[in-house]
């Protein structure tokens, strides 16, 4: 029997595709595993970069070491442990009337502490009984470089100011570099000028004080409470030192330039406050410091706080033995003793 033409053709074109059927599946096969090795190529790719970005990412997140703070001396004799009435931060506080010598408020004063740049106003006491003239132009040089604490200035080595300049700065704005050059240009150099220091504090009856440089940046430079009542009482004596220990701000010629420098004491703007003579300090081993002599209901008090811990308390604790002195009967009369 005869096959059909339409019939033939049909059977025709299958043969075909099943002859070429082996053919495209061989082609596609090989297509496969090329497109396979090509993605797999892609996803590690993929997840080399999602590694490095992991690896990145922890870097850039490590966190730093934590510094411990350094223990004053203060806490290291426990003497934050004697309560006050007043629940000051200082470790050592002291108020006394500077004309009957009443002790209105004792807290440890016959502890022995480093007292950072309080330093400062027995460098200026010393200074200007001296006689030296305060227009004479003094030098900063790399000798005033401060090699305690590694502390910078915006006193510039070569920086050329009046010794009167310098002493402002030094009390105002507790510049380290001023005091060190108002030392060091003192007859004899600098030996000469701590050698006066300590015959100053030994005439004034400070027996529990030493110094070694100028400036406080030594915690060898201590002194007790009682002490530092006594430097104040004779400084508040200089109108000179009143007058720049108490100066808000001034201007300084450096170069080209004029720079402002301002006072560490913000009492000072304070209108509670009335305060004939101030000095600040710090340094890690001595804690917030501040001594002052201010006119308070009618009395002449000086007042001395050491060893405060916290960046504003020994403000706070100014602030707190104000309130408390107005409370009492008669402005202050009562006095209160927290021995050592």
């Known amino acids: 029997m005869l096959l059909g033409t339409p019939l033939k053709t049909s059977l025709v074109a299958a043969l075909l595709s099943l002859a070429l059927l082996p053919v495209l599946s061989t082609a596609e096969a090989a297509a496969t595993p090329a497109k396979s090795v090509k993605s797999a190529k892609a996803s590690k790719a993929k997840a080399a970069a999602v590694q490095t970005r992991k690896v990145k990412s922890v870097v850039l997140r490590k966190q730093a070491p934590v510094v411990r703070a350094v223990p004053t001396f203060g806490q290291v004799a426990g003497l934050h442990d004697v309560d006050d009435p007043l629940a000051l931060r200082s470790s050592v506080a002291y108020v006394l009337d500077q004309d009957t010598n009443e002790v209105l408020f ?35 040089t790399d000798e005033d470089k401060d090699t305690e604490k590694n502390t910078g200035s915006r006193l510039a080595f070569g920086t050329s100011l009046t010794r009167g300049e310098m002493l402002h700065l030094a009390l105002m704005a507790s510049e380290n570099r001023a005091a060190h050059a108002l030392g060091r240009h003192y007859p004899g150099g600098m030996n000469a000028f701590v050698a006066a220091m300590n015959a100053k504090a030994q005439s004034l009856g400070m027996a529990d004080t030493h110094y070694v440089e100028p400036t406080g940046l030594s915690s060898r430079n201590q002194s007790s409470a009682k002490d530092l009542a006594l430097l104040v009482n004779a400084s508040s004596q200089v109108p000179l030192l009143r007058d720049l220990s108490t100066s808000r701000e001034t201007r300084v010629a450096l170069g080209k330039r004029q720079v402002q420098f301002r006072s560490t004491n913000g009492l000072l703007s304070n209108p509670m406050w009335d305060i004939g003579l101030q000095k600040t300090g710090f340094i890690n081993e001595a804690g917030k410091c501040l001594v002052m002599q201010a006119s308070m209901a009618g009395r002449k008090l000086i007042m001395v706080f050491l060893d405060s811990s916290g960046k504003a308390s020994r403000i706070a604790d100014a602030e707190r033995m104000r309130k408390w002195l107005a409370s009492l009967p008669g402005g202050g009369e009562a006095a209160v003793a927290a021995k050592l």
């Not at 007292?115 to 027995?122: P, V």
Request: aromatic share 0%.
């Open 106 to 140: 004792s807290k440890n004063p016959q502890a022995v502490l480093p007292i950072a740049s309080i330093t400062k106003l027995m460098t200026a006491l010393v200074v200007v009984e001296s006689g030296l003239s305060m227009d004479e132009k003094l030098t900063v």
